[in-house]
């Protein structure tokens, strides 16, 4: 294993344990991850925005594909 790719928090402060004992490994956020919340923080300030219908479409799609119930 050379890198590790989190999505969140947590899973962020475990890697810089690894990154500690395991100089070789990288880390590196989730890029999916990044772009979910900053496209979820542009929909939060532009109520009523051309980008809400998309964005909730693209939410619903993701849910379907995953097998999530909603």
């Given at each position: 294993m050379v890198q590790v790719i989190t999505d969140n928090a947590a899973n962020c402060k475990a890697t810089e344990i690894i990154e500690r004992t395991r100089p070789h490994i990288f880390w590196y956020?989730?890029?999916?991850?990044?772009?979910?919340?900053?496209?979820?923080?542009?929909?939060?300030?532009?109520?009523?925005?051309w980008i809400n219908e998309p964005y909730r479409k693209g939410k619903q799609l993701i849910k379907f594909i995953a097998g999530i119930p909603g």
């Open positions: 956020g989730c890029l999916v991850h990044t772009l979910n919340l900053l496209m979820h923080d542009i929909v939060k300030h532009k109520e009523g925005g």
